[in-house]
């Protein structure tokens, strides 16, 4: 299965990008506190991608729009006979995957990530402007916690049952999981370098994530009982 084998390589990645992480900080032979001009490199370098990422969650097609090619896991040959809500077909399968708020539907995933985002970028500006000695003591419990949040948010999302506001809360958690593992990264090390390395892994964690919603949808769509398969390999 195609998105299988895409999903098990983000994977492997992930992991390999992880233990090289850890072993950098291992070896890492640190020589003062971090400045405030590298934290606010690093501070930029996380708040962008939060940006980004809260655009493509709120508006997704913005991509296509640049002529940014996205490889869909939608049918082509159904995706316009089937009615979708929140980029997800409007079946009972997906029925947890969407909320609504107001009048319009929107994807629980999608949604979490950008409240996440959002939070996380509140606390980046926080981490930016006061200045928290206990930050160096505490370096160790950021890391540790949030390489457990993400871990939790990925087993998470595996097929399995699971209500919106699950999908929301969990999903949320992710960004600010990212958070405590770049500022836990940058002051562990007191080093721009791998403050900036764990901002790259960070948006490759969250790219895994995303790759195991497609790898779920399509398995539901591969067990459910209906002909529509919309998700597809």
């Given at each position: 299965?195609?998105?299988?084998?895409?999903?098990?390589?983000?994977?492997?990645?992930?992991?390999?990008?992880?233990?090289?992480?850890?072993?950098?900080?291992i070896i890492n032979d640190r020589e003062g506190s971090v400045s405030f001009f590298e934290k606010v490199i690093v501070g930029t370098a996380f708040i962008l991608s939060c940006i980004i990422g809260i655009s493509m969650a709120v508006w997704p097609n913005w991509v296509h729009r640049l002529g940014i090619k996205v490889k869909l896991k939608i049918q082509k040959n159904q995706s316009h006979q089937i009615k979708h809500?929140?980029?997800?077909?409007?079946?009972?399968?997906?029925?947890?995957?969407?909320?609504?708020i107001g009048d319009n539907v929107y994807c629980a995933g999608c949604t979490g990530l950008a409240v996440g985002a959002g939070f996380a970028i509140v606390l980046m500006c926080i981490y930016l402007i006061i200045r928290f000695e206990s930050y160096n003591e505490l370096s160790e419990l950021f890391l540790a916690l949030g390489f457990i949040i993400i871990g939790?948010?990925?087993?998470?999302?595996?097929?399995?049952?699971?209500?919106?506001s699950t999908r929301v809360i969990s999903n949320s958690g992710l960004p600010v999981g990212c958070f405590?593992?770049?500022?836990?990264?940058?002051?562990?090390?007191?080093?721009?370098?791998?403050?900036?390395?764990?901002?790259?892994?960070?948006?490759?964690?969250?790219?895994?994530?995303?790759?195991?919603?497609?790898?779920?949808?399509?398995?539901?769509?591969k067990f459910c009982e209906n002909e529509c398969k919309v998700y597809n390999d």
């Amino acid at each position: 299965m195609r998105s299988g084998k895409i999903l098990l390589q983000y994977l492997s990645l992930s992991i390999i990008a992880t233990v090289l992480l850890v072993i950098l900080l291992i070896i890492n032979d640190r020589e003062g506190s971090v400045s405030f001009f590298e934290k606010v490199i690093v501070g930029t370098a996380f708040i962008l991608s939060c940006i980004i990422g809260i655009s493509m969650a709120v508006w997704p097609n913005w991509v296509h729009r640049l002529g940014i090619k996205v490889k869909l896991k939608i049918q082509k040959n159904q995706s316009h006979q089937i009615k979708h809500q929140g980029h997800h077909p409007v079946c009972k399968k997906f029925k947890e995957h969407t909320i609504k708020i107001g009048d319009n539907v929107y994807c629980a995933g999608c949604t979490g990530l950008a409240v996440g985002a959002g939070f996380a970028i509140v606390l980046m500006c926080i981490y930016l402007i006061i200045r928290f000695e206990s930050y160096n003591e505490l370096s160790e419990l950021f890391l540790a916690l949030g390489f457990i949040i993400i871990g939790m948010i990925l087993l998470q999302n595996m097929p399995g049952p699971g209500s919106a506001s699950t999908r929301v809360i969990s999903n949320s958690g992710l960004p600010v999981g990212c958070f405590f593992i770049v500022i836990g990264t940058l002051e562990y090390t007191g080093d721009i370098i791998p403050g900036l390395i764990a901002v790259a892994i960070s948006v490759l964690l969250v790219d895994t994530r995303i790759q195991v919603s497609n790898w779920r949808h399509v398995i539901i769509c591969k067990f459910c009982e209906n002909e529509c398969k919309v998700y597809n390999d």
